[in-house]
């Protein structure tokens, strides 16, 4: 957690944290910096942002599903731009997403969403890992997502982030089943949205 790591320099700068309530705490103090980040870089550009946090339980009990879809809809209606995280200060591994994927994919599902891009530090799925096998090919247009894809995605472990390209194979499978195409690209490309097309990420393809 990106939050965790922010905190963490503060209440145990050299040492370890272990215990969930120290986590907790770190990510309390974290995310108040995350989202000072995203909102001084926001306003340069002149849109508001708002801090949305999120656990597990927001997206499986229909009540809360319900009022974070109208929340972020309210939003949506004044040009306001959701950053939204998972809640650290409060999750345990119960109601834990995980990972960023997950968590976007859960959203792209609430918000009935056509497209979600996942920005990884790959530009897609590869047979193999590409960093590791040279003979490794991508897979640009996929349809189906079964064993023999999930086993790819086993193989290719991400630099950055917790989930790898496991996690966001993952997320690709709650989309898919929502109606909402996917797309894995390179992240770490300036604009990386612009450079987005058929050849160069992975595109997972809702019927």
Not at 16 to 35: D, H, M, P, S, T
Not at 77 to 96: G, L, Q, W
Not at 148 to 163: D, L
Request: hydrophobic residues 40%.
């Amino acid at each position: 957690s990106g939050a965790i790591a922010l905190g963490k320099k503060i209440i145990s700068p050299k040492k370890l944290i272990r215990r969930l309530e120290e986590k907790q705490a770190a990510a309390a103090i974290g995310q108040i910096e995350l989202a000072k980040q995203w909102q001084q870089v926001f306003k340069k550009n002149k849109i508001h942002s708002a801090q949305l946090l999120l656990t597990l339980d927001d997206s499986e009990i229909r009540r809360r599903y319900l009022n974070v879809r109208k929340t972020i809809i309210a939003l949506h209606d004044k040009k306001i731009i959701p950053i939204i995280n998972e809640n650290d200060t409060v999750a345990t591994e119960e109601i834990r997403y995980g990972d960023n994927d997950r968590l976007a994919a859960r959203v792209a599902q609430m918000m009935g969403a056509d497209l979600l891009i996942m920005l990884s530090d790959i530009d897609g799925l590869y047979t193999a890992n590409p960093y590791l096998n040279k003979k490794a090919r991508k897979i640009n247009n996929i349809k189906v997502i079964d064993n023999v894809i999930e086993k790819m995605a086993e193989k290719n472990k991400s630099v950055f982030g917790s989930g790898g390209m496991q996690t966001k194979i993952w997320a690709t499978k709650i989309c898919l089943n929502s109606g909402c195409s996917t797309v894995i690209t390179n992240g770490q490309k300036l604009n990386p949205l612009k450079t987005i097309n058929q050849t160069n990420s992975s595109w997972f393809i809702s019927s």
